[in-house]
């Protein structure tokens, strides 16, 4: 089982930015962020496929959020822009340990692995 260790969470002003790191201990393939919301359900909110050549995102973070990664790392980045207070959430990693076609489909319970996450505060 690939380990996944989420570092960059905290707090930021509203308009600010951060970037989220997520280092495997391992080989991976997709990568994913996902986050969480106080009350609320995990929802997905980036992906990145195996080869790096695809990305998705959900419509709210559009245009704000870059998913990318770095295959000598083992790490998958999330630079987070323009950031609003409904970003607030713990965020987590989750990766893929085998190859599987994804197209569109990144629902949380088809992922391998996950991180413990990382807490982001946006306060206005």
């Known amino acids: 089982q690939v380990q996944l260790v989420e570092l960059g969470g905290g707090l930021v002003q509203a308009g600010g930015s951060l970037r989220l790191s997520c280092a495997a201990s391992?080989?991976?393939?997709?990568m994913a962020w996902f986050r969480q919301a106080p009350g609320k359900e995990r929802e997905f909110v980036a992906g990145?496929?195996?080869?790096?050549?695809?990305?998705y995102y959900t419509d709210s973070v559009k245009g704000r959020f870059t998913i990318s990664r770095d295959d000598a790392k083992n790490t998958v980045y999330l630079q987070m822009n323009s950031l609003k207070l409904e970003d607030t959430a713990v965020y987590y990693c989750?990766?893929?340990?085998?190859?599987?076609?994804?197209?569109?489909?990144?629902?949380?319970?088809?992922?391998?692995?996950w991180g413990r996450g990382t807490l982001v505060t946006v306060s206005s």
């Open positions: 391992g080989r991976t393939f997709s």
């Open positions: 990145i496929t195996w080869n790096g050549i695809s990305t």
């Open positions: 989750a990766a893929d340990n085998v190859l599987r076609y994804r197209g569109s489909n990144w629902a949380a319970s088809t992922m391998d692995s």
